[in-house]
């Protein structure tokens, strides 16, 4: 048994789990187990009654507001165990200061990240905010608006509908959505044969993000969509789907945390894009799940909501299922990268790769992206020799399917 995010080791009982306390209080559910030393070894504590009042203690002492925890013991190990509960009443603080998990270490969080606990302890979200500016014009929402749902006069009863005016002021939604404003945007940047060569730059901010929106979907046609005489027809050709791209440039938007500054970035390449979106995964969908594709609640559902209303997207919450439905008929498949502070989604070319053959396909099949296997586990897994395997992966390499890494021994193989 290791330490991980969300489970923390302690030998004896001292101050320095409180910031672990305050960590899981904030961002998810975890244990701490006292009379464990950090590699995992059960020593035990010598009187668990006296140091399970002494932690009761010092967070009821310690932590503001008063977390939710409780208490478990193996009387065989005389190990405690504290589960400390994700709290509603954000931030909880330690000594005035708000803590995060990193891994395995709890580090403080930014001035920016207390305030969306701030925000979360309120139940509000930051788009509900009120705008500094409250001379909007909203011309190419209107627009939509029309287009879309026929509403052809946008009164403020209509705007207050769709949340974007409360109490006589416009919020920051309705700021991101209008005409001419100071938030955040789109960047786009078209590459070359590599990186050092810089085809077009696009700022798209400044406009409704509804129209960065569509101007990134006109940018996307313009160099990944052709069409094809197929005898008398005329076929359009979509080098990455559409539709994929759309759903990660609206998952980018409707999930992004607009407190931050940074724009959504679009980076184009001849074999791929890459859509970075500032800010994390909502607390209640693990990494796991997120890449799985598994429903989550979105970071502005004022944003949401419109989106959803306008045809944007499908439905709430869905936008990385669909992106890996729609890949499913290819051997490539979309990359999803979390950190802490980004998201990133990489739509790779449909047909820029090689067919496989029947070995190298039942090889692929049995590898992951994000899980890199040595040549022996695959052999194991296939039922073929490691010879056989090596050669594999040469033309898997070659026809550009596999990552390796590490040299000798410690090669690993992982899907592209």
């Given amino acids: 048994m290791n330490e ?32 464990v030393k950090d590699n995992g070894e059960s020593v035990g504590l010598e009187d668990v009654s006296s140091a399970r009042l002494d932690i009761e203690n ?16 193996n009387k065989i190990t005389n190990v405690l165990e504290v589960t400390v509960f994700k709290g509603e009443h954000t931030p909880y603080l330690y000594k005035g200061k708000a803590y995060r998990r990193a891994d395995t270490a709890d580090i403080e969080v930014d001035q920016d990240e207390l305030k969306r606990l701030t925000l979360k302890g309120e139940h509000l979200y930051f788009e509900q905010l009120e705008a500094r500016n409250q001379q909007l014009r909203f011309s190419y929402l209107n627009g939509v608006l029309e287009k879309e749902l026929q509403i052809k006069n946008v009164s403020d009863e209509i705007l207050r509908s769709l949340g974007l005016l409360n109490k006589g002021s416009y919020n920051i939604a309705a700021e991101i959505l209008s005409d001419d404003n100071s938030a955040p945007g789109i960047s786009i940047v078209r590459f070359g044969k590599d990186i050092s060569i810089i085809n077009e730059r696009l700022e798209l901010k400044g406009k409704s993000i509804i129209e960065q929106f569509h101007q990134s979907i006109e940018v996307y046609r313009r160099n990944y969509c052709s069409e094809i005489i197929d005898g008398i027809q005329r076929v359009k050709r979509e080098s990455i789907p559409e539709k994929a791209f759309r759903e990660a440039v609206a998952n980018g938007i409707v999930h992004r945390d607009w407190s931050m500054t940074p724009d959504i970035q679009i980076f184009m390449h001849p074999e791929k894009i890459e859509i970075v979106s500032p800010g994390r995964l909502s607390d209640n969908l693990s990494k796991e799940e997120y890449i799985r ?9 004022v944003l949401a909501n419109i989106f959803f209303r306008l045809h944007i997207i499908e439905l709430l919450g869905t936008g990385i299922r669909r992106i890996n439905e729609l890949y499913e008929r290819y051997t490539v498949k979309p990359k999803f990268e979390i950190y802490d502070n980004s998201l990133k989604i990489t739509l790779p070319l449909c047909e820029t790769r090689k067919e496989l053959t029947v070995a190298e396909k039942m090889v692929f099949d049995n590898m992951e992206y994000d899980n890199p296997v040595t040549s022996s586990e695959l052999a194991g897994k296939v039922g073929v020799s490691k010879k056989v395997i090596l050669n594999i992966m040469k033309s898997l390499e070659a026809k550009d399917y596999v990552l390796i890494s590490g040299v000798g021994r410690s090669t690993r193989y992982s899907k592209r």
């Fill in 293 to 301: 594709g598994g429903i989550s609640s979105p970071n502005n559902p």
């Fill in 4 to 35: 991980e995010k969300n489970l923390e080791f302690k030998e004896h009982v001292s101050n320095t789990f409180l910031k672990t306390v305050s960590a899981f209080a904030n961002f998810g559910t975890g244990k701490i187990l006292f009379g």
């Fill in 58 to 73: 010092k967070i009821n002492d310690s932590i503001r507001p008063k977390p939710e925890y409780s208490f478990s013991v």
